[in-house]
């Protein structure tokens, strides 16, 4: 998981070049001079206590290395040759003898500044550690930032972790601890997260953040994302320690809580408070927390504020609203989802729409979501609903036209066939169709054998040789009644005659 150099260059506050460069003289309005403007004025403290350790006496620079210098300078910053600024440093360094240690260290640094050019971060590193075999001889603040360059070399380039961690504590027990800045500490921090050591994590983040405080400066919202992250880490890493699980657990759902109030508008905020409440139900002993809305409350919040923008977040609070048995309010959000084309209308989407209208008994709007579901794919479980739907709401007509459509769907899969054909019976029965209902029951008497040993469909079986029992007692009374009004229009014609 590499990271651009130049972004952590910047961010770390590795201005190698401009600190070495106090030593030299200078253009004033040179590349150099300008970074080391921006160095400078980034200092945390206005006054720097004395410093403790004791003076390195430099060696005189020589007016040969300084001429020299001068042609390297042109051939990097006038001229752009950069082959040519190669060739003069390798010749400078091949008569090493006639520098001395101080000299050698500022060739070997305006190497790396070459390889920073070209992008070369083996030849970066290389001049580098080679700049540290001077270290006695250059100044403490070059020796510092040379060490925190080889460090992020290695860490940002090599993923190479450990030693990145080696050069880094040579740079903690050299470094004034006034002069440790809170950046630093964080990017000591986030190796530990790629480490996967979460516990160096949380102390080198938190010492950032109370670094930040004094220096007076906004803590930026990455540290405390990472912290949240090193949190829930040890959360997981303690499931089998109860006390080490529930106190990092604690830590996570404080710190959620907080990005919460203080970045509203930002989603995964609202989403990863609502997982921490999860797993606080999950890890409960107690009832009344098992069974804790706030995960779901959380979730509905971010919705009513008007955060949501995806079709995903708009689903998670419906699961939460589902989960709480609100139908009414999930169905809703469905709306709003399909109205501002956030939630896509298809079958998937529409049938559990329509669902949630049919569990909150509004089963007008359910049956046209149904059927609309439908008209994306003819699948036979949605055809038997919406035939079971119209049944409940007596319209027989429909319930007879869904469940054949039921029967001869070409996609998913119809479980229970025979509840189908049953169903489909009692609506042409009620709408009195008696010889297609007589005819549909004895099919399915006959596709069900009478040696079954699904009790489900032995009780179907038996319900329709009793709706075929019934359907004949229907015709015998359609008779008497056909009989009945018959004899009475004779009757009321003979009186009136009479």
Partial sequence: MKRSFVSCFVICGVFFIAEFAVELTVEPNSTISQVVGVVSAQSPLDEEPEDPRPERKLLTITIEFLNQNEKINAAIEEEEDFEKARELLDRSLERSRRWNERELAFFHRRYANLGQILSDYDLMLEHMKKLLEYREFVKYFVEEEALWLVATLYASQYEDYETALDYIQQWLDLKNDWEEGSKHYAYIGGIYTYMEDYVNTVDWIKRAIERAGEEETDVPEPWWVQLLQAYTELFEENENNPVERDKYLDLSLDLAKFLVYNYRDKVEYWRALSNIFVQQMLVA???????????????????????????????????????????????????????????????????????????????????????????????????????????????????????????????????????????????????????????????LQTEISSDTEDEGLERLRKSAGQYVDLIDSERERIKWKEYVEEQWRLYLEEKRQS
């Fill in 285 to 443: 002993t107690d009832e009344a927390s098992q069974e804790d809305p706030s995960w779901a409350y959380t979730l509905e919040s971010a919705y009513h504020m008007g955060i949501l923008s995806e079709e995903g977040e708009y689903k998670r609070v419906i699961a939460g609203m589902q989960s709480e048995e609100a139908y009414s309010r999930a169905a809703r959000v469905y709306e709003e989802g399909f109205d501002l084309e956030i939630i896509e209308r298809n079958f998937e989407n529409l049938n559990k729409y329509a669902q949630m209208l049919y569990a909150s008994t509004d089963m007008s709007k359910a049956a046209t979501a149904y059927e609309e579901a439908v008209t994306y794919k003819d699948d036979a479980t949605v055809l038997h609903s919406l035939a079971s739907l119209y049944q409940m709401t007596e319209n027989f007509s429909k319930c007879i036209t869904y469940a054949n459509r039921a029967l001869n769907a070409t996609e998913g899969e119809l479980r229970k066939p025979e509840e189908v054909k049953f169903l489909k019976g009692v609506c042409q029965f009620f709408n009195n169709d008696l010889d297609g209902s007589e005819e549909t029951m004895e099919e």
